[in-house]
């Protein structure tokens, strides 16, 4: 099966693709009418006025800034499930999808920066919860495709605090030599008669 290693990479690609799928189901609800703003236009009203968020240069900004937020938060998801293990992963996707949409949707409209002022419920709930699927499906699809040493932890805790090798020079003439336990060890100086005797 297809591992990807990077947490980085592992986390955006995911986020991303699962962002793509949702707002699929997302314009076939605009088309319906069941809800009103697709989220490629509430994020495009950040910057567009709302009498142009139907246009192509608004919905692509809408969709790149959607799109790397989500991004984003799948890098967050996959680094929180790594500094607090996959146990209960569903919980915690949407814990941080339900953390995205409030600040970022939910804070920076009702602040009325927005071009878009006011949401109705059903839109709104409808946002919200095709949120935290994201989440869900996000953190199971990390879990699912993280090659085991994303969770592998023990080789940078061992050398977390592993110094490099150094040699220098003390005014006493003697070499310190200090290795990857901190510890100094004492090293003469080699003389041009102990390099003929082969020390």
Known sequence: MFRIRDKVVLGALIGAL?????NLVDYLFVVLKIIKW????????????????????????????????????????????YYTGTDFYPVKGAGVLLIFYISLYGGIISTGIASIKHV??????????????????????????????VWDRSQSDSTKNVKPHIAYLKPNNTI??????AEEHK?????LLRRFKGW
């Open 120 to 149: 109705d419920v059903i839109t709104n709930g409808f946002h919200l919860l095709a949120h935290l699927a994201a989440g869900l499906i996000i953190s199971f699809l990390i879990v699912k495709f993280a090659d085991d040493k």
């Open 18 to 22: 699962v962002t793509l799928g949702l």
């Open 176 to 181: 310190y030599q200090v290795n990857t336990t």
């Open 38 to 81: 697709h989220i490629w236009q509430m994020s495009g009203s950040l910057y567009c006025r709302i009498g142009e968020l139907n246009t192509l240069p608004a919905l692509a900004i809408g969709a790149v800034t959607h799109i790397s937020l989500m991004a984003l938060a799948g890098v967050i998801i996959c680094y929180v499930l």
């Open 187 to 191: 090293v003469k100086k080699p003389t």
